[in-house]
């Protein structure tokens, strides 16, 4: 089993790394968002801080996956230079998130499949890659620009999960 260190100042910086507020970190966890912003000032503490920073440690697990299905979506087999463009989904709502990716939605929020593109996107613009990042909505209602390849949205890996005690 991992231990999972708590501090107020570990909770902030990994909420704030998942691109999440203090109120969606809250719903995903099950409590109010008063007492995630008591436990990152150091007001009050959880009953069992394991078991949070273990639920932080899964969603960043199941965002790590997702944002490597994101990254190899850019097919390596193409010559250099035939792969340069990327375009990139991701989601304005959670509604509309939700339509593409159910399961994932209800594990990892909009805002950190937003904050993971905004990563991939950054890393493959360093690669020489030329990225576009487009919100599809509900339902693909548009093409490419020319000479973009289209990224179909990624197999989704998720791990086995409890949502009634938030465990692996």
């Known amino acids: 089993m991992v231990t999972h260190h708590w501090s107020p100042i570990a909770l902030r910086s990994r909420r704030e790394a998942l ?36 639920m932080v440690s899964a969603l ?9 299905d994101l990254m190899t979506e850019v097919d390596p087999t193409l010559a250099p230079g035939e792969s ?19 399961q994932l939605a209800q594990r990892v929020p909009v ?13 493959l613009t360093m690669q020489g890659v030329e990225v576009e990042v487009i919100d599809p909505g ?3 209602n548009r093409q490419p620009a020319p000479g973009f390849k ?19």
């Open 150 to 168: 289209f990224l179909t949205p990624p197999p989704v890996r998720l791990p086995a999960w409890s949502s009634e005690r938030g465990e692996q």
């Open 19 to 54: 691109g999440l507020t203090r109120q969606m970190l809250a719903e995903y966890i099950g409590v109010g968002g008063a007492a995630i912003r008591g436990w990152e000032r150091g007001d009050s503490y959880p009953r069992d801080p394991q078991e949070i920073m273990g």
């Open 111 to 123: 805002a950190t499949h937003r904050a993971l593109t905004g990563q991939v996107a950054a890393a």
């Open 84 to 102: 340069d463009r990327a375009l990139l989904y991701t989601w304005r709502s959670q509604a509309d998130y939700a339509t593409w990716y159910p």
């Open 138 to 140: 509900p339902r693909p």
């Open 60 to 68: 960043e697990e199941t965002a790590a996956a997702h944002q490597f």
